[in-house]
């Protein structure tokens, strides 16, 4: 199989990041069906496994960089990707090759076809993807895992493992249909991850999520790390943080993910990295303090440039729309005019994410992407926008008008999807 047919089957199967799943369509049984015929993959292999609103993949990102610092050879798997689909799959920050993609591809795709025949439909575009990563990363004899959550938890294609820790970055609004219509409704889809006596770290602050969480972990007797209880943390803009556990207060680490949300981020992956600790595992303080300073995670308030301020950004729900305004706010003071190019997902909460942008910034290019049949047209934005603003039909061409409108003393920022940012990465790094 070539890697150009590898991705043509791949791609071919259902698709939940392009079309909305329901909830009937989340389900557990076809995954552990799927990774039994290839003898379990997943059961080979440590894992961390982590979910949240948001914060998980800057998280996730967090934590592979400090075990990789501690000298273990480390799988981080992700979604969704910017550019390329391989990004997804990662050893020790290296993307899985063409040549490995494809050959993982054409030895799946035998087992895929009997799953097909013998339970109506087969293994989902994102569950191949899922076993791919622990098949990938049990062939490139990875020490440890960290695992992303592609879509709630307790339904989700990577919940079929048992960690050795489990995380709850954070809970608020997104994928409603999915999920349900309140945050306690949310947060037990996200709970589902926590396993039997298998630690549990939450950032969850909230009282509501907070408290089905805290059921959960009792009803599993995991122990439960809670934000503001058993840890805390002290957060020193624009980029430093210590953690308080055990009544002991960690040097202030020097952090290379911008803003609030990170300093809480990052206390979430210290705290996972001592709980890692008493498993057995070393994590010298020194790696932590070198992994949350190298970490590479791209597009995420990611500074491409000084002046103009040039941001490249992901927020795609209200939570981070939130995060967003607040760290521009307190860590890019723009002399000039601050400008969004902006696109969105259908199955988001796109009135209330144009609210809390339509707060900060001046003026909105407002555009679409082409990678993803999700976005919402430009046209269907505008009546929704109180400040000034263009329409493009490309998001090449919105940003094309960003940039040569742009004076030295403006800020920039690209945002509204993974999708956006993907589409435009390579136009903006340019």
Not at 139 to 161: M, P, Y
Not at 289 to 298: I, K, M, N, S, Y
């Amino acid at each position: 199989m070539t890697y150009d047919e590898a991705i043509a089957f791949w791609y071919g199967r259902i698709n939940f990041e392009v079309k909305a799943a329901k909830p009937s369509d989340l389900k557990l049984e076809r995954m552990r069906s799927f990774l039994s015929r290839l003898g379990d993959p997943q059961d080979r292999v440590r894992i961390v496994h982590i979910t949240g609103t948001k914060g998980k993949g800057s998280t996730a990102a967090m934590i592979a960089a400090a075990l990789r610092a501690s000298g273990y050879r480390v799988g981080l798997f992700t979604s969704p990707h910017l550019v390329h689909v391989e990004e997804r799959i990662q050893v020790d920050g290296q993307p899985i090759t063409p040549g490995e993609l494809a050959a993982l591809v054409a030895e799946l795709a035998p087992v895929v076809r009997e799953c097909d025949r013998h339970e109506g439909q087969g293994p989902t575009f994102f569950e191949i993807g899922t076993a791919l990563g622990f098949l990938h990363f049990v062939r490139r004899r990875a020490d440890l895992i960290v695992l992303e959550v592609g879509l709630g938890g307790r339904f989700d294609s990577t919940n079929v493992c048992r960690p050795l820790v489990s995380v709850i970055t954070s809970v608020g609004f997104d994928h409603v249909a999915q999920l349900g219509q309140t945050l306690e409704a949310i947060a037990f889809q996200k709970a589902g991850i926590i396993k039997p006596r298998v630690p549990v770290i939450s950032g969850v602050t909230e009282p509501g999520p907070a408290a089905v969480i805290e059921e959960i972990a009792r009803e599993q007797q995991a122990p439960l790390f809670r934000a503001g209880r058993e840890f805390r943390h002290r957060y020193r803009p624009p980029a430093g943080v210590a953690v308080s556990l055990g009544g002991r207060e960690s040097p202030e680490f020097a952090l290379k993910l911008r803003g609030e949300h990170q300093a809480m981020n990052a206390a979430v992956a210290v705290v996972t990295l001592d709980r890692l600790r008493a498993t057995g595992l070393r994590v010298p303080t020194a790696a932590v303090e070198r992994g949350l300073a190298t970490v590479h995670w791209p597009a995420r308030i990611e500074v491409i440039r000084e002046r103009p301020v040039i941001i490249l950004d992901t927020a795609h729900n209200v939570p981070s729309a939130m995060a967003l305004v607040r760290t521009l706010r307190e860590s890019f003071p723009a002399a000039g005019r601050k400008v969004c190019v902006l696109a969105v997902s259908s199955d988001k909460q796109y009135p209330e994410m144009l609210a809390i942008l339509g707060e900060y910034f001046d003026y909105f290019h407002l555009t679409r992407y082409s990678n993803n049949a999700r976005s919402v047209p430009p046209e269907k934005l505008a009546p929704l926008v109180a400040k000034p603003y263009s329409l493009h039909q490309s998001a090449l061409a919105a940003w094309q008008a960003a940039k040569s409108e742009a004076s030295a003393d403006d800020l920039v920022c690209i945002t509204g999807s993974v999708f956006l940012a993907g589409e435009l990465q390579e136009a903006v790094r340019d």
